[in-house]
């Protein structure tokens, strides 16, 4: 799998059933090339209008499974919500 397949995919909270979106970048141990975390845009300011302060980093060990079209991860939002 590639990362430009992993942007497709739209990642779903298990624990609380919601969309987060879809990963937008990915953090990765340039010492040993592993993947460490998803990177997803945060809740938008005044409807997505004004743009992002915030984005979801989504630790590796917290994604449960990759599907066809979703990614199931499980974790609390705001343990993974950081601000900009």
């Given amino acids: 799998m590639r990362v430009c397949d992993l942007k497709q995919k739209e990642v779903i909270n298990a624990c609380t059933c919601k969309s987060l979106g879809c990963p937008v970048d990915i953090e ?3 010492k040993c090339g592993q993947i460490l975390a998803l990177v ?6 005044l409807c997505g209008f004004l743009g992002r ?4 980093v989504i630790p590796w060990e917290c994604i449960c499974q ?4 979703i990614i199931l991860v499980e974790i609390t939002e705001e343990k993974c919500l950081h601000k900009n």
């Fill in 66 to 69: 990759i599907g066809d079209d």
């Fill in 40 to 45: 997803i845009p945060g809740p938008g300011r």
């Fill in 28 to 30: 990765f141990d340039p």
């Fill in 53 to 56: 302060d915030s984005e979801f």
